[in-house]
């Protein structure tokens, strides 16, 4: 199964438009269609911009949805050194994709990655999808 690591914008613009890219990658992983892995770390980070009094999500859903990415992720514990970022809150990301083995960190961001790191992609959802239309067609997947 494909190993994701998805940035905090993915979860966020899921959110905040239903019918985007980011909520389609978002709905794969949660369907168990994508191994996504985080760390303590990256479930924080969601959960606290998720909780941004300028985005306006109301706490329950906001709830909901934290549970529903814990109950589909695989939890890991980095204990990787990973390179600066432009973006030191990123560098969790990276080790989080490095120690995963994952095939694709996805985000809406890639200015501040690398084009791959180790055995990951960084990549943008549009990006992704096209990658997955093209397996699900290669390998016959529903």
């Known amino acids: 199964m494909i190993r994701v690591v998805l940035d905090t914008n993915i979860i966020v613009s899921a959110y905040v438009s239903e019918l985007g890219l980011p909520a389609w990658v978002l709905r794969l992983a949660l369907a168990g269609r994508l191994s ?8 924080l980070e969601y959960q606290e ?6 985005l306006r999500i109301n706490r329950s859903r906001q709830r909901r ?8 992720s695989t939890l890991i514990n980095p204990m990787i050194k990973t390179p600066a970022s432009p973006d ?17 960190l996805i985000t ?31 390998y016959d997947l529903p």
């Open 108 to 138: 809406g961001n890639i200015r501040h990655f690398p084009s791959r790191w180790k055995y990951t992609k960084i990549v943008t959802p549009r990006a992704f999808i096209d990658i997955w239309k093209d397996l699900r067609s290669e």
């Open 49 to 54: 911009v998720l909780q941004r009094e300028h």
């Open 88 to 104: 030191p809150d990123d560098v969790m990301f990276l080790a989080c994709a490095e120690a995963a083995k994952a095939h694709y």
């Open 36 to 43: 996504l892995y985080v760390s303590e770390a990256i479930l």
């Open 65 to 72: 949805l934290m549970a529903l990415i814990r109950k589909a």
